[in-house]
């Protein structure tokens, strides 16, 4: 078999515009990247299933079907993927992309560290996610299971992690700065219970006025 035939099946060229999947023929296999601006339910059938995955590189879209267990990859809106080894699939006039057996997805987003405290959670499967610093991160069901046993929220919950844009990739509690609240915790206790300084020295020159003039009147009852 050709070398060139065999390259271009296992490693396909890869479309940076994809506005340019319009002009190609039917069935030729390619990789592509870009955004994702939507993501699709997963449709099943008793022989597959698939989902649709919306790509968009600013200036075009294209709709990229990902079947068989490729349609249960979570894959978030906002998140930039590279879908390799696929195929041009042209109906009724209309271009889009068909998964094969050697499709991979892969998330090219630079991730970035991200810690606080957790204000909100969904615990919806189709939509698990968590609010902190004002902002709404996606995240897996078992992420949030490790955070939240039995899927019960509970307050001043610290974490840690990392994400790429609005997607987290690794998700743990922030044990560090729960003790350290703890400890802040039982300093302000400890501090309400203590009297101020000044008040304390106003309260020993008190009671030293009133043992001078306990002396002062003792010393003349035994002067008369």
């Known amino acids: 078999m050709d070398e060139n035939v065999v390259r271009k099946f296992t490693n396909p060229p890869m479309v940076d ?4 999947i319009a002009s190609l023929d039917n069935k030729m296999r390619v990789s592509v ?8 339910g997963i449709i099943e059938t008793n022989e597959t299933k698939r989902k649709i995955v919306t ?7 294209v709709d990229v079907k990902l079947w068989g267990e490729l349609a249960s ?7 930039v993927v590279e879908i390799s080894c696929v195929h041009v ?8 992309l068909n998964s094969s ?11 970035d560290e991200f810690s606080g405290v957790i204000d909100g959670v969904s615990f919806d499967e189709s939509n698990t996610s968590i609010l902190i610093n004002d902002e709404m991160l996606s995240c897996s069901t078992e992420q949030l299971s490790d955070i939240f046993p039995g899927g019960v929220f509970a307050e001043n919950k610290h974490v840690k992690g990392r994400k790429r844009r609005s997607v987290i990739t690794v998700l743990e509690e922030d044990v560090v700065a729960m003790v350290a609240e703890d400890v802040d915790k039982m300093v302000a206790v400890v501090g309400e219970d ?6 304390l020295l106003g309260e020993d020159k008190e009671e030293k006025d009133i043992d001078n003039e306990a002396e002062e009147k003792l010393f003349k009852i035994e002067s008369v």
Do not use: H
Not at 33 to 40: A, M, Q, T
Not at 73 to 79: E, V
Not at 89 to 96: A, E, H, V
Not at 101 to 111: G, L, W
């Open 89 to 96: 699939d042209l109906y009724q006039g209309r271009r889009s």
């Open 17 to 20: 515009e994809l506005g340019r």
């Open 55 to 61: 790509l968009s590189d600013g200036n075009a879209t």
């Open 101 to 111: 057996a050697s499709t991979k997805v892969k998330n090219i987003d630079v991730e």
């Open 73 to 79: 990859l979570r894959i978030f809106s906002g998140s």
């Open 33 to 40: 990247k870009g955004e994702v601006s939507n993501v699709s």
């Open 194 to 199: 203590k009297l101020p300084e000044d008040e």
